[in-house]
């Protein structure tokens, strides 16, 4: 399952801000990888000012955006995803910097939702978990 963690100084972000947030990633995500909504998971992590650093500098304007999703995505869906996340963002960050990374995973057998193995990517078996918003 994709999982994108925002990390933000203290009020980076309204609580109205990060549904909006939140779907923009999602729909980001599906629309590249054709993956099902359900998957996507986004976590707000507030960073205490005075703990968010660059270069060994103190960096309270920082927002930094972590996606950690299936291996197997070709250098333009992994572009996509990232040039997306950034375009979404813009309304949001206001003067901080974002950085955006992705990191990935292996999904089969690795990752299991309610108990059940994620199925191997392009199977039938994913196709059906698309379809009916989760494992069955």
């Given at each position: 399952m ?6 933000y ?19 980001v995500?599906?629309s ?39 291996t ?6 992994r ?15 206001g ?5 955006i990374h992705?990191?990935?995973t292996?999904?089969e057998?690795?990752?299991a ?24």
């Open positions: 994709p999982l994108y963690t925002l990390y100084p203290p009020g980076a972000f309204t609580q109205w801000e990060k549904p909006a947030i939140a779907k923009r990633i999602t729909d995500h599906t590249v990888t054709g993956a099902g909504a359900f998957f996507v998971k986004v976590i707000f992590v507030p960073v205490p000012a005075g703990d968010i650093f660059s270069g060994g500098e103190l960096d309270d304007q920082l927002v930094r955006i972590t996606g950690v999703i299936r197997g995505r070709d250098t333009e869906a572009q996509k995803i990232l040039r997306g996340v950034w375009e979404e963002m813009q309304e949001f960050l003067e901080r910097k974002c950085e992705l990191e990935e292996l999904g057998n690795v990752i939702e309610n108990g059940k193995f994620m199925p191997e990517s392009g199977t039938e078996e994913e196709k059906r978990w698309n379809a009916n918003g989760g494992p069955m």
